[in-house]
């Protein structure tokens, strides 16, 4: 008996027995729901984030050396000074670095006694004397109250350096005129105006009211 091929089957399809074409079609969907699989798996595998890194990121600060001799306490002020403050210039006279300190709204009292430091109006504290022995050769830290550009402000040297020098350098800044404050680490304070207070030398020990202070407030 002639076997005759269907309308569409090739000569080796039609050749083939029934249990090979169940085979090859069984294989196929295998092979496609494999990649299948394998597809999912990658898209989650790309799209998942990623986990933080658990590593502490270490940085080592040195910190600055201050200048030798001149000390400098920065500190948050109490309130913000709104209507009076102190401008703050560091400038560099005849090689010698300086600080100018030079009120703003702000007029000077003299306040004897400890309760001068503690006044809560107060924008600018130095200490002072009613006389003042100063070696002219001397080298040490310097202070003085000088009239500049027809301004009050306080001048300090941030290192040791002799009187003649530092009245060299009033002179050089067109001072009006000069007095000498307690140098060394004769105590001072200024507020800035956005709020931050700076200490200069250290806390007067004596607390028999015997202190006498500049305070502009």
């Not at 002072?128 to 003085?144: S, T």
């Not at 800035?192 to 407030?217: C, H, L, M, Q």
């Amino acid at each position: 008996m002639n076997h005759q091929n269907k309308p569409g089957d090739t000569e080796d399809t039609a050749s083939r027995p029934p249990q090979e074409k169940g085979f090859g079609t069984v294989m196929n969907l295998m092979l496609a729901l494999s990649v299948v699989v394998i597809t999912v798996i990658m898209c989650r595998w790309m799209i998942a984030p990623s986990q933080p890194s658990t590593r502490r990121l270490e940085t080592k600060v040195t910190p600055a050396s201050p200048a030798p001799g001149f000390t400098v306490l920065t500190q948050a002020a109490p309130r913000p000074s709104v209507h009076s403050y102190v401008d703050i210039r560091d400038t560099v006279v005849a090689h010698n670095p300086i600080v100018i300190l030079t009120p703003r709204g702000a007029s000077a009292h003299n306040v004897i006694g400890m309760e001068a430091l503690s006044d809560p109006e107060a924008v600018m504290v130095m200490e002072c004397a009613e006389v003042i022995m100063e070696n002219p050769e001397e080298r040490c830290l310097r202070k003085g109250l000088a009239r500049i550009a027809g301004r009050q402000s306080v001048v300090m040297s941030k290192r040791r350096i002799s009187g003649h020098d530092f009245k060299n350098v009033i002179m050089l800044l067109g001072a009006a005129s000069y007095l000498p404050l307690p140098g060394t680490t004769a105590y001072g304070s200024a507020v800035k105006s956005n709020g931050e207070k700076r200490e200069y030398g250290a806390i007067p020990t004596d607390t028999g009211g015997k202190k006498t202070f500049i305070v502009w407030k």
